[in-house]
């Protein structure tokens, strides 16, 4: 329960200690002009947080990918909550101590996973973990199988979490995304988008929860102020590669 504190997966709240919070703390306009934020846990003890609407939207609207075997890492939460078919789920870490990996690796030195392994990859909250991002992606294309599908999510405006002060390294941006992915995948292949207006920026940064914002807030998406970039990006399937990777033509 620590490792999952650490990264804002705290042990969930009731909706009655939630909406409590927020009435002991109030985010009206005002009261967020402080230099320290409501929330030291991206909102969570409040609600859902807002980085976390943007990702869990993503996935559910890429459900129909994350199917045969899935690769996630940390844990399997969003491949148990968005999959279907899913054959076999494999947790991927560096983290040794972590008992719900199956795969424990540095995602930019990740030779041991064998190539064309994975249909889908859940890759949230990650590469800003990763010092050498581009040797991550290499591993993220190799291990994939052909067709198969990495939907990953970075921060673009984003705290740094308390205990990752020495660990976290990088922020993106949308179009960073875009030449990173196309350098390993096939350009057309690849889907970047940039979620999040200033509003949902500065909720996020001060601790509020999405569902302190209403939907139109959320959702008007403004390209000189994301807060997240999902990215879906697709393993071309040649019929060699399909066939080398096992899979009838
Ligand atoms: C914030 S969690 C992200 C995954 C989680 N499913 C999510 O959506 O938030 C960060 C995870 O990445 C792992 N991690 C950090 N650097 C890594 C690396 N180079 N290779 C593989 N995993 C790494 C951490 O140990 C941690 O379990």
Same mark, same amino acid.
């Given at each position: 329960?620590?490792?999952?504190?650490?990264?804002?997966?705290?042990?969930?709240?009731?909706?009655?200690?939630?909406?409590?919070?927020?009435?002991?703390?109030?985010?009206?306009?005002?009261?967020?002009?402080?230099?320290?934020?409501?929330?030291?846990?991206?909102?969570?003890?409040?609600?859902?947080?807002?980085?976390?609407?943007?990702?869990?939207?993503?996935?559910?609207?890429?459900?129909?990918?994350?199917?045969?075997?899935?690769?996630?890492?940390?844990?399997?939460?969003?491949?148990?909550?968005?999959?279907?078919?899913?054959?076999?789920?494999?947790?991927?870490?560096?983290?040794?101590?972590?008992?719900?990996?199956?795969?424990?690796?540095?995602?930019?030195?990740?030779?041991?996973?064998?190539?064309?392994?994975?249909?889908?990859?859940?890759?949230?909250?990650? #590469?800003?973990?990763?010092?050498?991002?581009?040797?991550? #992606?290499?591993?993220?294309?190799?291990? #994939?199988?052909?067709?198969?599908?990495?939907?990953?999510?970075?921060?673009?405006?984003?705290?740094?979490?308390?205990?990752?002060?020495?660990?976290?390294?990088?922020?993106?941006?949308?179009?960073?995304?875009?030449?990173?992915?196309?350098?390993?995948?096939?350009?057309?292949?690849?889907?970047?988008?940039?979620?999040?207006?200033? #509003?949902?920026?500065?909720?996020?940064?001060?601790?509020?929860?999405?569902?302190?914002?209403?939907?139109?807030?959320?959702?008007?998406?403004?390209?000189?102020?994301?807060?997240?970039?999902?990215?879906?990006?697709?393993?071309?399937?040649?019929?060699?590669?399909?066939?080398?990777?096992?899979?009838?033509?």
């Amino acid at each position: 329960m620590r490792r999952l504190a650490q990264y804002g997966f705290g042990a969930p709240d009731s909706r009655r200690q939630k909406r409590l919070e927020q009435m002991r703390r109030p985010a009206w306009l005002g009261t967020v002009r402080r230099t320290s934020p409501l929330s030291d846990h991206w909102g969570r003890e409040r609600g859902t947080p807002v980085d976390r609407y943007y990702i869990e939207r993503f996935l559910d609207e890429n459900r129909g990918l994350i199917r045969g075997r899935v690769l996630e890492v940390m844990d399997a939460r969003y491949t148990r909550r968005f999959g279907t078919n899913v054959t076999r789920s494999d947790v991927l870490d560096i983290d040794a101590a972590n008992a719900d990996a199956t795969v424990v690796a540095d995602l930019a030195a990740a030779d041991a996973i064998e190539s064309a392994t994975f249909d889908c990859f859940i890759l949230t909250q990650t #590469l800003h973990y990763v010092f050498d991002v581009e040797a991550a #992606l290499e591993h993220v294309h190799r291990v #994939l199988r052909p067709g198969g599908t990495v939907l990953c999510t970075v921060p673009v405006t984003s705290r740094i979490g308390r205990a990752q002060l020495d660990r976290e390294y990088w922020r993106f941006t949308p179009h960073a995304c875009r030449r990173l992915f196309a350098r390993k995948f096939d350009e057309g292949a690849v889907d970047v988008r940039g979620l999040g207006n200033v #509003l949902a920026c500065v909720a996020f940064l001060v601790g509020m929860a999405a569902e302190e914002l209403s939907a139109r807030e959320l959702e008007a998406h403004d390209p000189f102020f994301p807060l997240l970039v999902t990215v879906r990006a697709t393993k071309v399937a040649t019929e060699r590669a399909m066939a080398a990777a096992g899979h009838p033509s």
